[in-house]
Nanobody, 124 residues
Framework: VQLQASGGGLVQAGSPLRLACAASGRTDRINHMAWFRQAPGKERQLVGA????????DYSDDVKERFIIFRDNAKSTLDLQMTSLMPEDTAIYYC??????????????????WGQGTQVTVSS
């Protein structure tokens, strides 16, 4: 599976931004897809994840109410709509895929394919 993330950029606090992740290759092997982010000097953390075959996304507490994940199985894409962005949302955002079939993967080590990352910078 190959993942291509796009849509990052520099925005002002309070602005929206939408990231896109396109999957290609053996997309039939996808079980879960997720967005992670990594701020400078910090660990890579889950933003939100969704079961590729159905169900609602889970979100980390610090983005709930502000970020929404959109899954399009037909196009093999996973978008992240971010609203009310804050400077602390500044990070490199990565999309990731689990093809092994874990029950509820939520940590970095449980995802086996990664996109290249897209930088999001929020100015105050």
């Amino acid at each position: 599976v190959q993942l291509q993330a796009s849509g990052g950029g520099l925005v002002q606090a309070g602005s929206p931004l939408r990231l896109a992740c396109a999957a290609s290759g053996r997309t039939d092997r996808i079980n879960h897809m997720a967005w992670f982010r990594q701020a400078p000097g910090k660990e890579r953390q889950l933003v939100g994840a969704v079961n590729w075959r159905g169900g609602y996304p889970d979100y980390s507490d610090d983005v709930k109410e502000r970020f929404i994940i959109f899954r399009d199985n037909a196009k093999s894409t996973l978008d992240l709509q971010m609203t009310s962005l804050m400077p602390e949302d500044t990070a490199i955002y990565y999309c990731a895929v689990d093809t092994i079939g874990r029950i509820r993967p939520r940590t970095r080590n449980e995802f086996d394919y990664w996109g290249q990352g897209t930088q999001v910078t929020v100015s105050s």
